[in-house]
């Protein structure tokens, strides 16, 4: 993969630097970010082939366009695309998200995590939720599976998912030895993951909105440690969409959380379109 090459692909139309270049129309701007908000790949990249026969240059329609392929399992043209996403946008924090995983893709981890460090020492104070969101995705297992070297190494992924903070030494957690309450702690949790999701039943809403509220409760429980919490919450989810791709993705995480590997690999499998990254983090636990 040629992940900063901004060489034509097969279309033959990728702009290149020159004074014929031009800012693309406010039109197709909005045209080819409704049909990314669509999922309607195909119309995105065929918008994106309009504006490089004009000799358009957008970031943002370049961004598009990059995520198009990666969606579509294209990789080698979505490196291209970031690529130029990054040649006239520099700091453009979701191309560096979607170029960090397109090097997990490749078996490529270090690159990933230095192009994530980087990302978080120059834009850490002005991420959004979700591009923090986006970033744990990309970093979390390695944070878990592999504390040392990322405290070594990415000192401001260690930061930000405060890798150091958990890493207390042995001698002081002994002298100041916190309460052994975890029980009492994840009973308490899982009794308001409980009222949470009759809660959610309860609201006068889609089961598409339902579902999109249990996961993002589920996915903070997730992220705190609290498994069965998040777990009760995505079944529920799972009950009143069976498809829906961020649900499968959290009940295969808990599943590789808990061991079952083979359980997860099943649900991962299950997501459509493919999640390779998801996949890929399953077959490195199989591996362990």
């Keep these: 993969m040629k992940i900063f090459n901004n060489t034509m692909g097969k279309e033959g139309k990728e702009p290149t630097t020159g004074t014929s270049l031009r800012e693309a129309s406010p039109a ?20 994106l082939a309009k504006m ?14 990059a995520y198009a392929y990666f969606m579509r399992g294209d990789y080698e043209r979505a490196a291209t695309w970031v690529g130029n996403v990054l040649t006239y946008a520099p700091q453009h ?3 560096r998200i979607l170029l960090a995983r397109l090097c997990i893709l ?8 230095s192009i994530m460090d980087l990302l978080l020492e120059a834009r850490a104070e002005a991420l ?6 986006e970033i744990r995705e990309v970093t979390g297992y390695y944070g878990r599976t592999r504390r040392e070297t990322v405290c070594k190494n990415y000192p401001h992924i260690a930061a930000f998912l ?15 030895p916190q309460p052994p309450a975890r029980e009492t702690a994840d009973d308490g949790t899982l009794a308001l993951a409980r009222q949470k999701l009759e809660e959610v039943r309860g609201m006068q809403c889609t089961l598409r909105e339902k579902v999109g509220i249990l996961s993002s409760f589920a996915g903070a429980w997730y992220f705190d440690g609290h498994f069965e919490a998040a777990e009760l919450l995505l079944k ?15 009940l ?13 690999v099943r649900l991962a499998s299950a997501i459509q379109p493919t999640d390779f990254i998801l996949l890929g983090i399953l077959r490195d636990l199989t591996r362990r």
């Design 252 to 264: 295969a995480l808990i599943a590789a959380e808990s061991g079952d590997v083979e359980r997860a």
């Design 128 to 133: 959004t939720e979700k591009e923090r969101d």
């Design 52 to 65: 490089a026969e004009a000799k358009m240059v957008s970031p943002e329609a370049f961004y598009a366009g």
């Design 162 to 176: 405060k890798l150091k903070e958990e890493a207390a030494p042995a001698p002081i957690r002994e002298a100041a």
């Design 28 to 47: 197709l701007e909005i045209e080819i970010r409704d049909q990314l908000a669509r999922k309607d790949y195909a119309g995105v990249l065929d918008t």
């Design 106 to 113: 490749e078996d490529r981890a270090p690159e990933a995590l």
């Design 93 to 95: 924090v979701a191309a």
């Design 236 to 250: 529920a989810a799972a009950s009143m969409d069976t498809g829906d791709a961020s649900v499968l993705r959290g």
